[in-house]
């Protein structure tokens, strides 16, 4: 979605990121930072970003008016930290402690807060916004999907070079202020930047639905008015 989200937001996002770099769920390389987790629990201004109308109006023709943001998360691509990602789904989600339920797993633990796979039927009922900070295009990292392939778990790196033989790829250029729309199970991958600055992006996770109890999803940000 084309400047989905204005200038003076964007400045308060990163305002508010660069005040929190040395929290623990800040990730740091040669005094770069490059990544950070939770946050919707951390970062007030990402806690308002994510039950904004502008986003809601985004997530609930998907997902509909009970869907909640459950995870955000921080990138950047910089000269620091400057790293290629393969084809790859989200197929983690982030909850407040451990139980072991049937279908769930395998568990980890990342910035001290518990993951697991849950079954695809969860990860179908979910949706991922990415803000960006900065423009992008192929040359400095942007996202590249394979069109349509969230239709399956993929399991290896050769299936995901059959799907993308077979369906081609599209790489996500953006500018400053869009966001990018896509579901979880959706194969995407990122290079290099050939002339690394920054490549902000605020990821945002939704989902339509509570977890089997006793499983809570550990951040939970509901829209606080219907569209």
């Given at each position: 979605?084309r400047?989905?989200?204005?200038?003076?937001?964007?400045?308060?996002?990163?305002?508010?990121?660069?005040?929190?770099?040395?929290?623990?769920?800040?990730?740091?390389?040669?005094?770069?930072?490059?990544?950070?987790?939770n946050?919707?629990?951390?970062?007030?201004?990402?806690?308002?970003?994510a039950s904004?109308?502008?986003?809601?109006r985004?997530?609930?023709p998907?997902?509909?008016?009970?869907?909640?943001?459950?995870?955000?998360?921080?990138?950047?691509?910089?000269?620091?930290?400057?790293?290629?990602?393969?084809?790859?789904?989200d197929?983690?989600?982030a909850?407040?402690?451990?139980?072991?339920?049937?279908?769930?797993?395998?568990w980890?633990v990342?910035?001290?807060?518990?993951?697991?796979?849950?079954?695809k039927d969860?990860?179908r009922?979910?949706?991922t916004?990415?803000?960006?900070?900065?423009?992008?295009?192929?040359?400095?990292?942007?996202?590249?999907?394979i069109?349509?392939s969230?239709?399956?778990v993929v399991?290896?790196?050769?299936?995901?070079?059959?799907i993308?033989?077979?369906?081609?790829?599209?790489?996500?250029?953006?500018?400053?202020?869009?966001?990018v729309?896509?579901?979880?199970l959706?194969?995407?991958?990122?290079?290099?930047?050939?002339?690394?600055?920054?490549?902000?992006?605020?990821h945002?996770e939704?989902?339509?639905?509570?977890?089997?109890?006793?499983l809570?999803?550990?951040?939970?940000?509901?829209?606080?008015?219907?569209?």
């Open positions: 979605m400047r989905a989200v204005d200038d003076g937001t964007l400045i308060s996002i990163e305002d508010a990121i660069t005040a929190n770099h040395d929290s623990s769920v800040g990730r740091e390389r040669n005094g770069s930072l490059f990544g950070m987790r946050l919707l629990a951390t970062i007030p201004e990402v806690r308002e970003l904004s109308k502008g986003l809601r985004l997530v609930v998907v997902l509909g008016r009970s869907a909640a943001a459950v995870r955000g998360l921080y990138f950047d691509k910089t000269r620091a930290a400057n790293w290629k990602l393969g084809w790859h789904q197929k983690a989600i909850v407040r402690s451990r139980v072991d339920v049937d279908g769930y797993g395998p980890s990342k910035a001290g807060v518990h993951h697991v796979f849950p079954p969860i990860l009922q979910m949706l916004l990415r803000v960006h900070l900065d423009a992008c295009d192929a040359t400095t990292g942007a996202l590249k999907v069109p349509g969230h239709d399956r399991e290896s790196e050769s299936e995901f070079s059959s993308a033989d077979a369906r081609g790829v599209v790489s996500c250029d953006v500018e400053r202020g869009d966001v729309i896509m579901r979880p959706i194969g995407h991958a990122s290079d290099k930047c050939e002339n690394p600055n920054h490549r902000r992006v605020v945002i939704y989902a339509s639905h509570d977890l089997p109890k006793p809570v999803w550990n951040e939970y940000v509901p829209f606080a008015t219907a569209v």
